[in-house]
């Protein structure tokens, strides 16, 4: 038998280390929630909204791991950050009940969710989509993922980051409008997810700027850290 041809190499497998194991998480997909944290919205000019979560996406290509030195992406003059917990899918789920949801959960990771915040405005100022700001190379930045049989299902805790030793953003879990499980529930009633998909969960008040030379670090109790260069 042939071994299958292509026109040109395929893309690599981005995969994501996993504390204690040897073997790797293979990315599927990469969905992000908005504002789903109250303060944040409020930061953000927007209402609090309780009729129900809505996402956006990145891509895999956007991955990078924690630890890593990144430029500072083209095309914008205001980068900022979002600190999140990202709950990674172990298993398919459709059409899942909300207590039904944690089976499907691998396990979580600390992510970044960077975005070129003067192009996601132009966008939002003409009702358009927000892919300029936030689906770009090296946007979905991630920890290593702690699987669930280490540190459960975090429902509570302090989430926090630092820009160059000073504290910007500290929130808890709790304080999350939607929880994991309803949050998986719903995009699932609108995708086949499967195992190797993540959730960004949404990120807590204090979102700012930050530039060429600064040095992030954030942290999650019970999850993990992550740490960023942006090169000088």
């Known amino acids: 038998m042939n071994e299958q041809s292509f026109q040109f190499d395929p893309p690599p497998v981005v995969a994501i280390p996993v504390a204690g194991q040897a073997a790797k998480y293979p990315v599927?997909?990469?969905?992000?929630?908005?504002?789903?944290?109250?303060?944040?919205?409020?930061?953000?000019?927007?209402?609090?909204?309780?009729?129900?979560?809505?996402?956006?996406?990145?891509?895999?290509?956007?991955?990078?791991?924690?630890?890593?030195?990144?430029?500072?992406?083209?095309?914008?003059?205001?980068?900022?950050?979002?600190?999140?917990?990202?709950?990674?899918?172990?298993?398919?789920?459709?059409?899942?009940?909300?207590?039904?949801?944690?089976?499907?959960?691998?396990?979580?990771?600390?992510?970044?969710?960077?975005?070129?915040?003067?192009?996601?405005?132009?966008?939002?100022?003409?009702?358009?989509?927000?892919?300029?700001g936030k689906n770009f190379e090296q946007a979905a930045v991630v920890s290593s993922i702690t699987p669930t049989a280490q540190c459960g299902h975090p429902a509570a805790g302090l989430i926090e980051l630092s820009v160059n030793g000073q504290v910007r953003q500290s929130g808890d879990l709790s304080q999350m409008i939607w929880s994991v499980p309803e949050l998986i529930s719903y995009l699932s009633r609108f995708y086949h997810l499967k195992a190797g998909d993540l959730i960004y969960t949404g990120t807590p008040q204090g979102v700012g700027p930050i530039k060429a030379g600064d040095h992030l670090t954030g942290r999650i109790a019970g999850v993990g850290k992550i740490e960023l260069y942006i090169a000088s």
């Open 28 to 132: 599927r997909r990469i969905f992000c929630v908005g504002r789903n944290y109250a303060a944040h919205a409020k930061e953000m000019g927007a209402e609090v909204d309780r009729t129900a979560p809505w996402y956006f996406n990145k891509g895999r290509d956007d991955v990078v791991l924690s630890g890593s030195t990144i430029p500072f992406p083209p095309a914008t003059h205001n980068l900022h950050h979002e600190m999140e917990m990202v709950a990674a899918l172990g298993t398919d789920a459709f059409q899942i009940e909300e207590e039904e949801v944690l089976q499907a959960v691998f396990g979580y990771a600390c992510g970044l969710d960077l975005t070129r915040r003067d192009l996601q405005a132009a966008a939002k100022e003409k009702s358009l989509p927000w892919d300029f």
